[in-house]
């Protein structure tokens, strides 16, 4: 099992408060440390001071960092054209020597959009854009060097593209798709995903979503492995009084995190993930919601990790 550590900066955290916890996760030992693509803060928080661009930020932690990888959890096709959004993603990889991973999903934050004057279409339509852009995506990265790629879609085109640049993974960076959708989600996972990941769901929920995947793979003659993770809000304490404490500096109560996230003791915790790990999931993704609070990474390190 794998620990990856996912922040969500636009609820308030400078560049500076990312790569302190991008470097502390890699020293402690974490698998990757991940990050949130949105532009307003959600919530009762100031949001100050304000977003930060997601792949801005990792194309600089791919150059103060050497290990962890780095990603998003996810970014919205909504935000950016696939052909830019291809030659950003392969600069990324290339200047981490091959440590990025792209989580794609079609973008739900509505106010977002309005705020910053981006279309936000129906969840149909944001549908057919995802696919066409994990097509162009992963069209341009496996295009051969000296081949050119083209594409006609109903809502993009693109005419003898040079397909540069490559990322230094041949066939491009892993892609991650997630969410619990029924239908359209699993097909998507089958045919493009790297990974396929459950955010925020308990053990009998994300259960019912990895089979669905499995059974779209399987119908899709799919043979190439495909990771399965979740994603889950932690908040771990020594004692009952450090979990409390920790609780109510993300404005959430004890209850409710033990009922939805990875809350607790270091021993609850590892049980938790021990049923996420029976279900066949490899890599569990901790929402760190403090980015202040440095020492509960140690804690993670120390008494979670080091158990799994």
Not at 89 to 100: C, E, I, K, L, P
Not at 247 to 256: C, D, K, N, Q, Y
Not at 271 to 280: H, P, V
Request: glycine share 10%.
């Amino acid at each position: 099992m794998r620990l990856r550590i996912f922040t969500e900066p636009q609820q308030g955290a400078t560049y500076e408060t990312q790569l302190a916890v991008a470097k502390a996760a890699e020293d402690l030992g974490f698998d990757a440390f991940f990050r949130s693509d949105h532009y307003v803060k959600m919530g009762d928080v100031t949001g100050d001071p304000g977003p930060t661009d997601s792949w801005i930020t990792l194309g600089a932690l791919a150059r103060e960092t050497s290990r962890i990888r780095l990603g998003t959890l996810v970014t919205a096709a909504t935000f950016r054209h696939p052909g830019p959004l291809a030659i950003s993603v392969a600069q990324v990889d290339r200047m981490s020597a091959g440590r990025v991973d792209l989580g794609l999903g079609t973008g739900w934050f509505e106010e977002e959009h309005t705020a910053y004057g981006i279309p936000f279409p129906s969840l149909r339509e944001r549908f057919a854009r995802l696919e066409e852009q994990l097509e162009i995506l992963t069209g341009l990265w496996g295009t051969p060097s000296g081949e050119t790629y083209s594409f006609s879609g109903e809502h993009y085109t693109l005419t003898d593209s040079p397909a540069l640049p490559k990322p230094a993974r041949a066939g491009g960076p892993p892609v991650i798709i997630g969410g619990t959708g029924a239908k359209r989600t699993p097909r998507l996972a089958a045919r493009y995903a790297d990974e396929y990941n459950v955010p925020f769901t308990q053990p009998e929920g994300t259960a019912a979503a990895f089979d669905r995947v499995r059974a779209a793979c399987a119908e899709a003659g799919r043979t190439k492995p495909l990771a399965y993770s979740v994603a889950q809000v932690v908040c771990c304490g020594r004692d009952e009084a450090e979990v409390s404490r920790r609780a109510a500096a993300i404005g959430r109560e004890v209850p409710e995190l033990r009922a939805n996230g990875l809350t607790g003791t270091p021993g609850e915790l590892v049980d938790k993930i021990g049923r996420f790990a029976e279900l066949g999931a490899e890599r569990v993704y901790l929402q760190v919601l403090d980015l202040g609070d440095l020492e509960h990474l140690e804690l993670l390190a120390a008494e979670v990790m080091a158990k799994l």
